[in-house]
């Protein structure tokens, strides 16, 4: 009886208190709103992103003996498989461009693109064994990707800069710099952008379905075919130009080329078609990213 | 009266058995389909409670059904609750790592989450690199990390395997670093999930009295999931006991904890008295056996270190028998018997007076590890055989309470039938 009385009591007590007091710091419920973004919070776990690429960065390579020099064996390896299979057996146009210079790149570019595309795709899979244990922003995850690769597509550009020198100061090869390589950081947060918005989105597709991850491992190997990186878009035919403009990636490779070794079907308008893709895709990534992430757990 | 630093409203967590496959494809486009048309969710109206020995036709099941409960500042909770009671569900729920399918939780002040010890960690960076991470992970900032940075190593006692990759350490040295790690967060409220478990007993004694230390000093509340109920009833003021997704009783520790121990007896045990197969002459029979312990009374659960009293209750058909010798053993679940004992070893010898007679045998400061436990029990009467069921008369299962008075859990294993106490010089 005496300890009905005091649970009552605390009971009381409690709703006294509850209309004091409606201020909490969070409610946690049943589904976020499409646009209930936290940017604070993003903000708030900057550390977290800073450390999440350095683990990326430095676990990667530990306990090999080349290291780091993998990230330029790479590019270096496909970049002579290309010239020896479609710059001397097939003889494929590179716009009258130095094979090496042509081929690679395009890879170094694409090879950007590609890493944040697949490496977020899988972003809610791969870690849920930590997503599973503790909260954080998920979208640290992807974003981390990105920014670790950023790094890896930087070494590999300076790497491209040496071969440009070589061939401009010692081999005498018609290539010139052009202003609209000022466009090139633009160009690198498109890639990134729209690594990111098409990763988030399969990443989110696949939490439930499965289908989408089989798709995407060839899905992003012929698309590099339908892009640039092994032929310019000036040697195209007419009636397929417009598939290979469709590719967002297109428009990017070409002004690339185009400020980097001076030829190159540059136009402003592939670059706003890729800039509208950009934007448009990444809005929808995350969207459906954060709509996702709080009950991803139940299903993946 | 302190704040309410959480609270839970009407929430409930509903999950699909079975395989995500075509069959959930269809639902999902059956649900999508009544939402369109502004219908409520048919599936929400579907689903059993759950419990997890019955079969059942439904592809869903509420692990959680309409929670309402707060909880205070300074508070420790301690939750507990059978396998599949829904304990862990909702520490998820309350961490964030999954939401609930309706109502809603309100919290007031940051909320740190220890559902596992080291997430996060990675293999190939050093224990300092993981430190960093792993602190990330769990919601500081490098420079609350930084400021943390000596207290945690002290805490965690690896200082010489700073610089070591961690895939190196012992199990023992990683669990002990990852710990320190959370034990040094700075949230409000710090949940805390049946990690103690692991380690030694030497890192769990620190480990709790860390724990008591966080309540106690700095105020802040603690929500705690374990099944050890010496390491609850040390560190818990409150307790909330769960039973299929419910909540069947919420306040004093002590109250609920008696009250999951009395809600533990579930087995189903003939009364002693209807047993067929039995021989001897019948004259004096077992009827029913019952137990208890000092501290509450009639019980079929058992804390280790208590004393537990046998109940028997005996049927006298032939009221001119003398020199009656009861005895019983004890069997564990592995059916290794463990004790044969009569009360004529100790030179006891009752007499038959009255259609029933009561005995009563206590044992003190029980020492069988946790497990379930049968015993079959035999009387003489005049030095012959009177009564011999061939089955048990009588189960009880025992828990691991505070053997050791440190909250320990000791030496976990089912097989190994007995606990010991030393005293150490």
């Excluded at chain 2, 705690?224 to 919420?250: A, D, P, Q, W, Y």
Aim: net charge neutral; charged share 20%.
């Amino acid at each position: 009886m005496n300890m009905n009385t005091t649970q009552k009591l605390e009971e009381l007590s409690s709703l006294a208190l509850e209309k004091e007091k409606e201020e909490w710091t969070e409610v946690i419920k049943p589904k976020v709103g499409w646009f209930e973004l936290n940017l604070i919070e993003i903000w708030n776990y900057r550390d977290l992103l800073m450390l999440f690429v350095r683990r990326d960065f430095v676990s990667i390579y530990k306990q090999s003996i080349l290291g780091p020099v993998w990230f330029f064996i790479q590019p270096l390896l496909a970049t002579f498989a290309f010239t020896i299979l479609f710059g001397r057996i097939a003889e494929m146009s590179t716009d009258g461009l130095p094979l090496i210079l042509f081929y690679m790149s395009g890879i170094t570019l694409w090879n950007y693109f590609q890493d944040c595309f697949t490496k977020t795709s899988n972003t809610f899979t791969s870690n849920a064994s930590i997503f599973g244990k503790v909260y954080f922003p998920r979208v640290i995850v992807p974003l981390s990707v990105v920014i670790s690769n950023l790094i890896k597509f930087g070494l590999q550009f300076i790497f491209l800069l040496l071969f440009w020198l070589y061939f401009f100061k010692i081999d005498g090869a018609q290539i010139f710099m052009r202003k609209e390589i000022l466009l090139f950081p633009f160009l690198v947060v498109l890639m990134a952008g729209m690594g990111l918005g098409l990763g988030m989105i399969i990443s989110s597709l696949t939490t439930k379905y499965r289908d989408f991850q089989y798709m995407l491992t060839f899905g992003v190997q012929l698309l590099m075919y339908g892009s640039p990186v092994i032929y310019p878009v000036s040697s195209l035919p007419e009636e397929y130009k417009y598939f290979i403009l469709a590719n967002p990636m297109t428009g990017v490779i070409e002004a690339f080329r185009y400020g980097l070794l001076g030829t190159g079907s540059y136009e402003s308008g592939y670059l706003i078609y890729s800039f509208v893709f950009t934007v448009v895709v990444l809005f929808l990534g995350l969207l459906v990213f954060n709509r996702v992430q709080k009950n991803f757990m139940d299903t993946v | 009266m302190s704040d309410i630093v959480l609270k839970v409203e009407n929430v409930s967590k509903q999950y699909r058995l079975g395989y995500v496959g075509t069959q959930s494809l269809k639902d999902d486009l059956i649900r999508r389909w009544h939402k369109i048309r502004g219908l409520d969710d048919p599936f929400l109206k579907i689903g059993e409670k759950n419990e997890r020995t019955k079969k059942s036709n439904s592809d869903y099941v509420w692990a959680l059904r309409d929670l309402n409960f707060d909880v205070r500042e300074g508070e420790v909770l301690g939750i507990i609750g059978k396998n599949g009671a829904g304990k862990s569900t909702l520490l998820k729920l309350l961490s964030k790592v999954t939401g609930p399918t309706t109502g809603k939780i309100k919290v007031s002040g940051r909320i740190a989450s220890l559902l596992e010890v080291g997430t996060g960690f990675h293999p190939e960076l050093t224990g300092k690199e993981n430190i960093f991470l792993n602190g990330a992970i769990l919601g500081m900032t490098k420079k609350e990390i930084k400021n943390k940075y000596d207290e945690i190593v002290d805490f965690s006692g690896v200082e010489r395997y700073l610089d070591t990759p961690v895939k190196r350490y012992s199990s023992g040295m990683y669990v002990r670093l990852a710990f320190a790690v959370a034990a040094h967060l700075d949230p409000e409220i710090l949940i805390v999930d049946e990690v103690l478990a692991v380690g030694d007993a030497e890192f769990q004694k620190k480990a709790i009295g860390k724990m008591q230390d966080i309540s106690k000093e700095s105020g802040r509340t603690v929500l705690f999931v374990s099944h050890n109920m010496g390491s609850i009833k040390n560190i818990s003021t409150r307790g909330l006991l769960m039973k299929h997704g419910g909540i069947e009783m919420m306040g004093n520790i002590d109250d609920v904890l008696d009250c999951y121990l009395k809600s533990e007896e579930n087995v189903e045990q003939k009364k002693a008295g209807n047993i067929v197969d039995r021989s001897g002459s019948q004259s004096v029979t077992f009827n029913e056996l019952t137990f208890e312990t000092g501290r509450k009374g009639v019980a079929d659960t058992i804390f280790t270190g208590d004393d537990m009293i046998l109940n028997f209750k005996l049927k006298v058909t032939d009221k001119s028998v003398k020199k009656i010798n009861i005895g019983f053993s004890i069997h564990n679940a592995w059916g290794d018997r463990l004790c044969v004992l009569y009360s004529g070893y100790q030179g006891v010898f009752y007499d038959a007076n009255e259609e029933y007679l009561h005995i009563k045998c206590q044992l003190n400061h029980l020492d069988f590890s946790p497990g379930s436990y049968t015993v079959i029990g035999r009387i003489e009467a005049n030095g012959l055989e009177a009564d011999w069921p061939k089955e048990s008369i009588g189960t009880f299962n025992v828990i691991m309470g505070d053997f050791y008075n440190t909250g320990s859990l000791g030496f976990v294993s089912e097989r190994v039938p007995v606990l010991v106490k030393g005293e150490w010089a």
